[in-house]
């Protein structure tokens, strides 16, 4: 990897002098997601899972991913155009960000891995490109590349993970950023500590209670 992407329509403040507390979103998030429950459109037929919710799309594959000791699910994974994307809704301060704080951590956690990883100006802000450490079918190392995506809404904080062919290239990239856009983020109205994970269930049908 290089650096030669990282400041491709970076903002006058750069990633390395930001406030890590600041909230982090495109400036048209109200408008056009991740969305806040409030500003859904109400008629559309999202698949409800609790703390999220997706609308159905052609091609789409959804999986619960459940962590096994205590039964509950952690995140949802989204197979479409060829990729993967992995999110997690976390409950946030009102007047504040996670997203910066939370791409020191993911910064350390790759080192520490062994891989490599670099800041860059993406769609939805600042994100991380990582060459992560993993197994290949033989049982040898290889390394795998995934991009590390956050969205800081009102109360909220949305991380996306983006592998397979969204990655690297643009067009399926087009094509899973639509989707990350697309998702609905309901925090509710129980009190909940920033940075813990909004809870999320099974999905029901479209329309149903």
């Not at 993967?84 to 946030?92: D, E, G, K, N, Y």
Request: avoid cysteine; charged fraction near 25%.
């Amino acid at each position: 990897m290089s650096d030669e992407n990282a400041a491709d329509g970076a903002t006058p403040e750069t990633p390395a002098t930001a406030d890590p507390s600041a909230k982090s979103a495109p400036a048209d998030r109200a408008q056009s997601g991740p969305f806040d429950e409030s500003e859904a459109n109400a008629v559309r037929p999202y698949i409800d899972l609790g703390g999220l919710k997706v609308l159905p799309r052609e091609g789409l594959n959804l999986r619960l991913e459940v962590e096994e000791k205590t039964k509950r699910i952690v995140a949802i994974g989204l197979d479409y155009a060829g990729s993967t994307l992995q999110v997690q809704p976390f409950a946030a301060p009102r007047s504040s960000g996670l997203w910066g704080e939370t791409r020191e951590q993911i910064r350390e956690q790759v080192r520490q891995q062994g891989g490599r990883v670099e800041e860059r100006e993406g769609p939805f802000g600042p994100e991380l490109l990582a060459e992560v450490p993993t197994a290949d079918a033989e049982g040898g190392k290889a390394m795998r590349l995934a991009r590390f995506v956050g969205v800081d809404g009102p109360r909220w904080f949305l991380r996306g993970v983006i592998g397979g062919a969204a990655a690297s290239d643009p067009a399926a990239a087009e094509q899973v950023e639509d989707l990350f856009r697309s998702l609905v983020v309901v925090r509710g109205g129980n009190p909940m500590p920033p940075r813990d994970l909004i809870p999320l269930k099974m999905p029901q049908a479209p329309g149903t209670a």
